[in-house]
């Protein structure tokens, strides 16, 4: 599997995301414990909730994961339903 990543910064980027993930469907955001406890990531997070039908959070990764990384934190979560 090829994961696709987009990235985006500076002033009024939480503006921009919804251009971004317009007609997507499902959404992949990989972070981790520290970065997701930030006021501006959450909120992120609950406008990503809003606008796209499935939000999968992996906020378990080590520090600049891998794809490799990644995919067995995906796994790990099919496995456990």
Same mark, same amino acid.
């Given at each position: 599997?090829?994961?696709?990543?987009? +990235?985006?910064?500076?002033?009024?980027?939480?503006?921009?995301?919804?251009?971004?993930?317009?007609?997507?469907?499902?959404?992949?955001?990989?972070?981790?414990?520290?970065?997701?406890?930030?006021?501006?990531?959450?909120?992120?997070?609950?406008? +990503?909730?809003?606008?796209? *039908?499935?939000?999968?959070?992996?906020?378990?990764?080590?520090? *600049?994961?891998?794809?490799?990384?990644?995919?067995?934190?995906?796994?790990?979560?099919?496995?456990?339903?």
């Amino acid at each position: 599997m090829n994961i696709n990543s987009t +990235l985006l910064s500076g002033f009024q980027a939480l503006n921009d995301i919804g251009y971004v993930i317009q007609n997507r469907r499902s959404l992949l955001l990989v972070t981790d414990k520290n970065v997701i406890a930030i006021p501006a990531v959450t909120a992120l997070v609950d406008q +990503l909730r809003t606008q796209a *039908e499935t939000l999968i959070v992996l906020d378990d990764v080590p520090p *600049e994961p891998s794809q490799h990384d990644v995919m067995t934190q995906l796994e790990s979560r099919v496995d456990a339903r």
